[in-house]
């Protein structure tokens, strides 16, 4: 069947350039690390020496050990009492001139408080420890000394003996020690502060250097063929982080450049390839190309501005709730193909971008098959556990693939990744709002619209109840081979259930809806009736706008019919002798069918509608009039435009006649009771 040339839409490559143009404006301005290496496995480049100075990065392991031991070592915070000291040497200058008291040998012991005081006297107390270090605000300004370097009040007693031992060695230290009462004279001056030592500990631990030493340019990295080790590994992936922040792209800015045009521009063109071969109706339903190109640059865009908020923080941003949008709207055969061309650009982000593709793909492929099943209340949140499950299985696949253990495992990342999950619910509601942008519908509204007890169909119900009877049936046959040739069953049963609303405005023209021996007919000419019949599409149009049905579903509407002829008043107007040329008055005016849908729908209101006119209900009798009905649609021309394989055609009779053998069964006839 030939396909509508949607190809030539000039929209679709203006819009195709847009995006191309915001994702290199936005691509990240630094080069992508061109070496490859693994720990164990050998150097298979030429020796490499370091073309920049670069720092050495601890690796995770060394940075957590270092917090630990941060963490155990609580350095208390003192601050100095000025007052201390001139209280003590104030009481003790006011035994100057007392019986019993050498001043010359006071000078000496105040000199000597003043001193021991300089330096700080700490309290008799568990927060001081014996050996370390602590911390003393001195006006205004702490200062980490060595607990050797500061007064404990029985080393201040120590001192103070042996000052005076040293000034006055024709005196006894201990003596002079204990007339002057010098033990009454040593007080702390060192005030222990509880919060600025919380305070100091936690930044203490917080702040700690990412780097240990310097490469310097020209220096050796790694030798060709030399086994990469684990310090190795440290060296190349410290010049890895450096190259791709810096150097990469200092080294050539217009070669980047180029070499960013040319992915985003490939990538593009993957996703074009993609839409096309899946499904290249797409490229023709007005805005949901527009969609799917919208949802790509979004999905960038996010990408960058967490990126260079924290590129950590990528691990938390929901990639799969853009493959639930995709599912709102598309088959998933063919969202799993756009949404993995979507996450392409995480592959180039710089260190994890593999990991994190890997992760969100695993995450969106569940996404996409769950939510069929948990898309309803609490349910959702079932979703977001199975999303969970997933990414955290690759995340402890990807750290065993690197050396065989959990040793690098944290339980933060996991943490992003249990947010990531609960935010693809949270995001959800969104798409709602992308329907009414984009003029999409969705499962959901879609499965709604199927309802039965919908305004609309209960209106048709009361007023046409045979026309109501006759989609119904039309419904069943017409999902029933949506399923047989994978077309969107829900889809085609809505479109079945809405294609002649339009008899609801002259319910009597139609032979289903007129009560036995009543001709609405009978005084019309063939073409008055033609006419009266043909309507129905416009009729139907104008309803289904009015109830603000969505285009995909009005478009069944305008195509059941196509542009076939009203044949039994043609038959008649012919047999009176009018001009079998003269079609015009006779034909429909609707719209070819496109899409496999909108075939199935035409190809079953037909066969449906003739199957009652039958006599005799055999499969022989079934079989001819499904074969003659299609094939006279065929023969018509009214499929040449239609995305549908003779293959699917025929799989579609075959359903037809089994159905229809199914319904019109042969009944056996119950016997009477003979009377005695």
Not at 107 to 118: D, H, P, R
Not at 205 to 212: A, G, N
Not at 519 to 539: C, F, M, T, W
């Amino acid at each position: 069947m030939e396909q509508h040339n949607f190809l030539k839409n000039p929209r679709i490559y203006l819009s195709l350039l847009v995006a191309l143009v915001i994702t290199v404006l936005l691509f990240p301005e630094e080069g992508k690390f061109k070496y490859s290496y693994q720990k164990g496995r050998p150097w298979v480049y030429e020796t490499l020496l370091s073309p920049i100075d670069f720092p050495v990065l601890k690796t995770e392991q060394e940075l957590l050990e270092e917090k630990e031991e941060k963490a155990s070592q609580v350095i208390p915070y003192f601050v100095y009492d000025d007052a201390t000291a001139n209280i003590q040497v104030k009481r003790l200058r006011s035994l100057q001139g007392t019986k019993g008291i050498n001043d010359h040998v006071l000078y000496y012991i105040v000199e000597s408080l003043y001193k021991m005081y300089s330096v700080g006297v700490l309290p008799d107390m568990a927060e001081v420890p014996s050996a370390g270090t602590i911390v003393i605000q001195k006006d205004k300004r702490a200062q980490e000394y060595p607990v050797s370097e500061v007064y404990t009040p029985q080393k201040a007693e120590g001192y103070l003996k042996y000052y005076l031992s040293l000034s006055f060695p024709q005196y006894d230290a201990d003596s002079l020690y204990a007339v002057y009462k010098l033990a009454d004279y040593i007080a702390p001056n060192l005030v222990y502060d509880q919060n600025r030592t919380e305070l100091f500990h936690k930044e203490a631990v917080d702040y700690i250097s990412s780097t240990k030493g310097m490469v310097y340019a020209g220096q050796l990295i790694v030798s060709e063929g030399e086994i990469v080790t684990t310090e190795i590994e440290q060296l190349l992936d410290s010049f890895k982080k450096e190259y791709e922040m810096t150097y990469g792209y200092a080294e050539s800015p217009i070669g980047l450049g180029t070499g960013h045009f040319i992915i985003c521009l490939l990538i593009l063109a993957s996703l074009f390839a993609v839409v096309y071969f899946t499904r290249k109706e797409i490229f023709g339903e007005g805005k949901t190309f527009y969609f799917i190109l919208t949802l790509y640059v979004l999905l960038f865009v996010l990408s960058i501005v967490i990126r260079n908020i924290n590129a950590d923080f990528l691990q938390i941003v929901p990639y799969a709730v853009f493959a639930m949008y995709l599912s709102m709207f598309f088959r998933s055969k063919y969202i799993f193909p756009i949404y993995t061309v979507m996450l392409l650009p995480l592959l180039f982000q710089a260190g994890t971008g593999v990991e994190l593709f890997f992760m969100n793909l695993m995450g969106g492929i569940i996404a996409i098959v769950s939510f069929k099943y948990f898309n309803k209340g609490w349910l959702q949140f079932l979703n977001s556990l199975f999303i969970f499950l997933g990414m955290t299985l690759t995340y402890v696949g990807f750290l065993l693939s690197g050396d065989g253990t959990l040793s690098m495992f944290n339980l933060r990342e996991v943490f992003r990744l249990a947010l990531n999950s609960l935010l693809v619910t949270a995001a959800y509601p969104v798409a709602f709002i992308f329907e009414r942008i984009f003029s999409l519908v969705s499962h959901s509204r879609l499965v709604d619209l199927a309802d039965t007890n919908t305004k609309l169909l209960r209106e048709l119900a009361q007023k046409a109840p045979g026309t109501f009877q006759h989609s119904l049936q039309v419904a069943n046959l017409a999902s029933e081979a949506a399923r047989e040739i994978g077309a969107d069953m829900i889809l085609t049963r809505v479109g079945a259930m809405y294609h002649d609303i339009g008899k609801m405005k002259n319910p009597q023209c139609f032979v289903e809806n007129t009560p036995a021996g009543f001709n609405y007919h009978k005084g019309l000419s063939p073409e008055e009736s033609a006419q009266q019949i043909i309507r129905h599409v416009d009729d139907g149009v104008d309803i289904a706008r009015r109830h603000k049905l969505p285009e995909m579903v009005i478009d069944f509407i305008r195509t059941h019919h196509a542009r076939t002829l009203t044949f039994y008043f043609y038959a008649q107007y012919c047999n009176a002798g009018g001009d079998p040329e003269n079609k015009e008055p006779f034909m429909y005016h609707g719209e070819l069918p496109t899409t496999k849908e909108q075939v199935i729908v035409l190809m079953a209101d037909a066969v449906e509608a003739a199957s009652r006119s039958l006599k005799d209900y055999t499969p022989d009798s079934i079989s001819a009039l499904v074969d003659s009905i299609i094939s006279k649609r065929l023969s018509d021309s009214q499929l040449v435009e239609a995305d549908i394989s003779i293959k699917e055609i025929e799989t579609v009779k075959r359903m037809f006649k089994e159905r229809l053998e199914q319904v019109y069964h042969e009944r056996i006839a119950y016997p009477t009771i003979k009377k005695a």
